[in-house]
């Protein structure tokens, strides 16, 4: 019967019994040619504590897997994994005790995460990106606030594009794709409050296409500068200015006073109305979008808007 000594072994921070029993030489062959030495027989007679010989460190391997398989080195493979944490750009801390795929990074805002490993392999490959989920949620809870929502949590039915919300003015709780929020394209289900009645704008855009080209974008947005950042653009490398933005009563009235725009526009300059294939790509939109030589013409058009609107408003 094998016997544990009073000495042991240190491994990963585990102490372990050696086992006083013979290590043969077929073993150590195998060892060998593995790119291991065996330094003891470890826990019990079916363990072996190996010495790797690329980084000095100790591990502990079954004698099966010796025998029929490569044993991997576990500093190697952490070595390997600080390596690619740092490729990625943040850093491995520790293993997950409760997943081998698992391990703990600090990302590069400071926040502790538990990511798959293999993920982190495709990260300092460049194949994905990596985002923090803590701030991603301050993020999106700021998003809700600057428009008068509160961020309650993830969505209670499961849609990965789907947040709860509360209203902060009525206390109604309920279900918004976060697409609408960033946009502020939803009514609330309480008070009744939405975006058709809610003020609005007309705005103008001025934006130079990759060919060269200037072109000018008319339309209304409860939001324009959302508008401009998270929807018009395809490119979002292009180089856009906001030319002029009317404020209007409410959304329905903005629609209304854009649609007399556009048939206006497009009746008295029909040459001015740009190809969809012009800015295919670039721009998400297919209609109205002009030339940039109408701008004068559409500014005074916005200015009569404007007047009528400021006299409604008197």
Known sequence: MPHAHDNSIIIAGEALPVIDMPIHAR????????????TARVAD????????????E????????????QPRCSHCIETAWRQEAENAGIAFLRRDPDSRVYAWYRLLCGHEARRQIGLITRVAAGETGLRCATCHEAVEAAE???VGWELVGPDPEGDTNYREYRHVSCGHRQRI??????????DCGGCGVTWVSAPSFIYLFRVLLPNGMRVLKLGFSK???????????????????????VAMPSGHDAIRAEKRLHANLRRRFPEAVIDATDFAGALTVVTEVYAEWLEAEIQQLLDGIEGDSDDEGA
């Open 177 to 186: 794709a976060r697409g609408n929020v960033k946009t502020q394209r939803f």
């Open 144 to 146: 809700a606030q600057a």
């Open 45 to 56: 007679r079916y363990a072996l504590a190996l010495t790797c010989r690329q980084c000095g």
């Open 58 to 69: 100790l591990s502990r391997t079954r004698l099966f897997v010796l025998m029929n398989h």
């Open 223 to 245: 939001n324009p500068g959302s508008r401009l950042q998270h929807q018009l653009l395809g490119d979002r490398d292009l180089a856009c200015h906001v030319l002029r933005v």
């Open 27 to 38: 073993w150590r062959d195998a060892a060998d040619r593995r790119g291991f030495d065996i």
